[in-house]
């Protein structure tokens, strides 16, 4: 699956340094990043594993899903943004509180800023 290879990419140009300032893992299926307890259980080793703070996904219906899923049933705090444009795009909910959009404006910023 192309969101598999793409994954495992962007995991070797971390390694080679071409992404600085994070650590880089994947391809994790979304509970082996959620949950030390379930990477443990299916042998997968990783400092990311369960503990992940950013969460990429392959499109945008797969996005809106996880980002509604997360906002009302785990009362996550989060923001969101489209990645691969010419500069950052905010993608808001007309239903997303304040907070979350104040999330996707600073996450946008910080992403111009590198």
Known sequence: MQPTLDAAALSKMNDR????????DGPLAIDNALSEEAAKHKGIK??????????LVPNIETGNVMYKTLTYTANAKNG??????AAPVILTSRADSNESKLYSIALACLVACL
């Open 80 to 85: 969101g943004i489209l990645v691969g444009a």
């Open 17 to 24: 340094g071409q992404i600085k300032g994070c650590i880089v």
């Open 46 to 55: 990783s400092p990311v594993a369960g503990n992940a703070d950013i969460i």
